[in-house]
């Protein structure tokens, strides 16, 4: 048995996982005891074998323990971006018809105009707070007994993927029938490439609504091994618990790193990690100067993957490997890549197209055969759509989201190539690279960068950057313009909401055209 019951009477004392902000600790018969209740109180509230919840709630202790309660029930649980809109998380509750709602004193204010917009329907819960409407969480679990429920069953996330790029979609599988705690493809896949096992003591930096952290985390625990959560990311904060901890496996994205290593070495090398093995990072391409001087520090120990939230395809690369394919996110080992053109036909490798996957894991968006038969072309290949090359070693190089490119006088522009070069800049903490309208051209190149200190923003600086691409890109690739922003509009799990800029440059351009049109055209 894989499911935490075995640790649970294993290694009873030892911890499933310790919050890092507040020094909580939940041991492995504390964590079965309190999912055992959890579970039970899900079937009181009417849950049954098949049902959904919804959870919104920051990282804190009884996110994994109703994940876990879940996890045991048959049930699926959507973990809810806490970046989203109220109208997206509304979206989210009607759409996966959930019965039950969970949220945290944290979003107090955010849960009581959701319940007051959904109306009676769903049970609404709350973890440390007081809402009219909402039960309390602690209490319900707290007159529940801790032992198993009779109906045991292996229950699934259902995860919404972000909303960058549109209306958060839904990706269902089916439930296994099995009871919990058997071996599945995520559990073999996850500890075949990066050794979790019951000695891993893995750090989690990112919010747990995600995809990434969530099921590292849960592996983890199932593995008998132990989480630290972070609250929020910290550069420094997360080297303090790598040495303090012993930290053995750690999960970031490309910005971590940037920020990491902006602390400048005589900060970072004070730490001493020695004791981490696995380093893994995915979530958005990895500027190859940012990753070359992450193995310069940390060593041979860095992992890439390259995967969506829907799973139908998966590569990963290690470092030798990488060191030798310098900007690939490594070889297909779940799936097989095809790379196609934009009439659906395979292209020959070295030749750019959209990444899909054949031979992969299948799986529908929940509610939406639109979307679901837009992400297959008529081979019955899936597309997450990233546009990229194959090398004649069958390794895969991502240049871009497909819309994200910026077409500027009819030529291919992709935004990622342009950030990875602004990034360099010493005196740049983000940015972002969207197309902005252009009059004769279509679009052209826009930055908005996010300065180290605002007080560095003005005219000098984005002439600067500005000069900085034209030594580095041709002159096509590099922006007209640079805008400065306190903070990009980023999610902690490294995705940035581009969606959310470009609609501001565009809107700002059609309030423009209609005034114009209203001038010259009545």
């Not at 769903?122 to 198993?148: K, T």
Request: hydrophobic share 35%; glycine share 8%.
């Amino acid at each position: 048995m894989l499911y935490p019951t075995y640790f649970a009477k294993k290694t009873p004392d030892k911890p499933a996982f310790k919050m890092c902000a507040t020094g909580e600790v939940v041991s492995y018969s504390q964590l079965e005891q309190r999912s055992n209740q959890g579970a039970r109180a899900l079937r009181g509230l009417g849950v049954d074998i098949g049902d959904h919840i919804v959870i919104l709630m920051e990282n804190r202790r009884a996110f994994l323990e109703i994940c876990f309660s879940a996890d045991r029930s048959g049930i699926y649980f959507t973990t809810i971006s806490t970046y989203l809109t109220i109208d997206e998380i509304i979206y989210i509750i009607q759409d996966c018809k959930a019965k039950v709602i969970i949220t945290s004193g944290y979003f107090s204010k955010i849960a009581k105009e959701i319940k007051d917009k959904i109306g009676p329907g769903p049970n609404f819960l709350i973890v440390d707070g007081e809402i009219d409407g909402y039960q309390s969480w602690e209490q319900l679990c707290a007159r529940q007994p801790i032992r198993p429920i009779t109906d045991e069953m292996q229950g699934l996330d259902m995860l919404y993927s972000s909303g960058t790029t549109g209306r958060p979609k839904g990706i269902k599988w089916e439930l296994t029938g099995e009871p919990p705690g058997n071996k599945t493809m995520l559990i073999d896949l996850l500890c075949g490439l990066f050794g979790y096992d019951q000695h891993t003591r893995y750090l989690c930096p990112a919010p747990l609504y995600h995809a990434a952290p969530l099921r590292h985390s849960m592996t983890t625990i199932k593995v008998g091994g132990s989480v630290f959560v972070m609250d929020r990311f910290d550069a420094q904060g997360s080297l303090e618990i790598i040495e303090q901890e012993k930290i053995t496996h750690a999960q970031w994205v490309p910005t971590m790193f940037i920020r990491m290593l902006k602390l400048g070495p005589k900060v970072y090398r004070q730490y001493d990690i020695s004791s981490l093995k696995v380093a893994v990072h995915a979530a958005a391409p990895c500027p190859i100067d940012v990753k070359e001087k992450m193995i310069a520090w940390w060593g041979p120990k860095i992992h890439e993957y390259y995967a969506g939230t829907e799973n139908n395809g998966f590569c990963a690369i290690d470092t030798p490997q990488w060191l030798k394919h310098k900007g690939s996110v490594g070889k297909a080992i779940l799936g097989t890549i095809r790379i196609c053109d934009e009439n659906g036909k395979e292209v020959p490798s070295g030749q750019e197209g959209e990444v899909y996957f054949s031979d992969g894991h299948d799986f529908s968006y929940h509610n939406d055969p639109e979307k679901t038969n837009a992400c297959r072309n008529q081979k019955g290949w899936t597309t997450l759509g990233d546009i990229g090359m194959v090398d004649d070693e069958g390794f895969l190089y991502l240049t871009d989201r497909k819309s994200f490119v910026i077409i500027s006088g009819g030529v291919n522009i992709y935004p990622q190539e342009v950030e990875n070069t602004i990034i360099a800049h010493p005196e740049v903490a983000d940015v972002a690279v969207i197309g902005v309208p252009n009059a004769e051209f279509g679009e052209e190149v826009k930055a908005v960068v996010q300065p180290i200190a605002m007080s560095m923003a003005g005219a000098s600086l984005a002439e600067e950057i500005i000069e900085f691409c034209k030594k580095r890109l041709s002159k096509i690739k590099c922006p007209r313009s640079v805008d400065f922003m306190e903070k990009l509009p980023r999610q902690p799990t490294g995705k940035l909401f581009k969606r959310l800029l470009k609609d501001r440059y565009w809107a700002e351009y059609k309030k423009t055209q209609t005034a114009y049109c209203r001038t010259h055209l009545t």
